[in-house]
């Protein structure tokens, strides 16, 4: 059996330097796929590159708000919507949902969510029931194995930038086992993330280097590894 591999950039419309580093990882890089923020302010942004580039895959990036470990305790960034309220998950995906196809022009080919809440009820159930009426993947929960170790933090916040170096992609890319996997990446220039309300900022240029370097490129060659969208696994 064949190794797949989505390489999926999260936060695409977050800022127009997150968008540019996406699309850069995809040109230059390995990043096959995207998932975008619709309710941020590069979202219109990042549908008109997509536009221009249409082998990049893109998805929803359902974004209920950001959290951050602060003084030994975890408090909101942002948030759109109590994510413990069902009903009032289950109306903000569907804006996100309806937001994605006015932007771009067609449904995502598969769903995740900002800092995985799609993990945790009520919002795994919304996002399952979305996705099942869209009749495309959810991160983790599809047969497709997700993938989250190219990351330059740790559970809390602390930097951990040795897991986002070239060799530890190599090493991530090489140790992949048969089958079809999701690696997640998430590039980004500085420029305007200040003004983002995001715990993840300088780790994003780091990725993108790691993204775009040519012996990471070679080690998907020598793994065997076939890059594809999700629209292109079964």
């Known amino acids: 059996m064949r190794r797949r591999v989505v390489v999926n950039a999260d936060d695409f419309g977050l800022t127009s330097g997150v968008n540019r580093a996406v699309v850069e990882a995809?040109?230059?890089?390995?990043?096959?796929?995207?998932?975008?923020?619709?309710?941020?302010?590069?979202?219109?942004?990042?549908?008109?590159?997509?536009?221009?580039?249409?082998?990049?895959?893109?998805?929803?990036?359902?974004?209920l708000g950001e959290w951050a470990f602060?003084?030994?305790?975890?408090?909101?960034?942002?948030?759109?919507?109590?994510?413990?309220?069902?009903?009032?998950?289950?109306?903000?995906?569907?804006?996100q949902v309806e937001r994605f196809s006015a932007l771009f022009g067609r449904p995502p080919d598969h769903l995740d969510s900002h800092q995985h809440v799609h993990d945790s009820s009520p919002v795994r159930e919304v996002v399952d029931a979305a996705a099942s009426r869209l009749g495309v993947p959810v991160r983790g929960r599809s047969g497709i194995r997700y993938v989250g170790g190219f990351y330059g933090q740790l559970s809390k916040g602390e930097p951990h930038h040795e897991g986002i170096t070239v060799g530890a992609l190599i090493s991530l890319l090489s140790g992949l086992p048969d089958g079809a996997s999701e690696v997640a990446c998430h590039p980004g220039y500085v420029d305007g993330l200040a003004d983002s309300r995001t715990m993840y900022v300088v780790e994003r240029e780091r990725e993108l280097q790691a993204l775009c370097d040519e012996r990471v490129a070679a080690a998907v060659v020598d793994a065997g590894i076939e890059l594809v969208t999700f629209a292109e696994l079964p």
């Open 26 to 63: 995809h040109v230059r890089g390995i990043v096959t796929s995207t998932t975008a923020m619709v309710r941020q302010p590069a979202a219109a942004e990042a549908a008109g590159l997509a536009l221009a580039h249409p082998a990049l895959g893109v998805g929803l990036h359902v974004d």
């Open 70 to 95: 602060v003084d030994g305790g975890w408090v909101a960034l942002y948030d759109r919507v109590d994510a413990d309220d069902a009903g009032a998950v289950a109306a903000e995906v569907d804006r």
